[in-house]
């Protein structure tokens, strides 16, 4: 049974670093492109950072710079690294893999950055 497991949120200072890891299982990890999301209440999920099976990466507009996303699939295992945070980061983080119609979701780690 496949399994996305998220490990790394928490409180953070405005302008501090968070790396948030995702680790996968139950299926074959290397297979999948792999995402994070974010969502705050009353809006929708949106894309943060994508990687390919190839490691092409692609993030959205409002992380550009900041975040860096990877991955070790020896681990299976994705990585976020975010910098410079802002209060707007403040959400629940998502991972998500996708094998063309195979999509998981992960449970979801809070991230608040906050003075």
């Known amino acids: 049974q496949a399994h996305l497991a998220e490990f790394g949120g928490g409180l953070v200072q405005p302008g501090g670093s968070l790396r948030l890891s995702c680790a996968g299982s139950?299926?074959?990890?290397?297979?999948?492109?792999m995402r994070w999301y974010r969502q705050v209440p009353g809006k929708e999920r949106e894309l943060v950072a994508g990687i390919s099976v190839n490691g092409t990466r692609n993030y959205a507009d409002s992380v550009k710079g900041r975040f860096s996303i990877s991955r070790d699939n020896a681990e299976n295992t994705v990585y976020l690294q975010m910098n410079s945070l802002k209060p707007e980061d403040t959400a629940v983080y998502y991972c998500y893999a996708q094998n063309w119609g195979l999509r998981y979701w992960g449970q979801g780690t809070q991230v608040t950055v906050s003075s």
């Open positions: 139950g299926f074959t990890f290397s297979w999948y492109t």
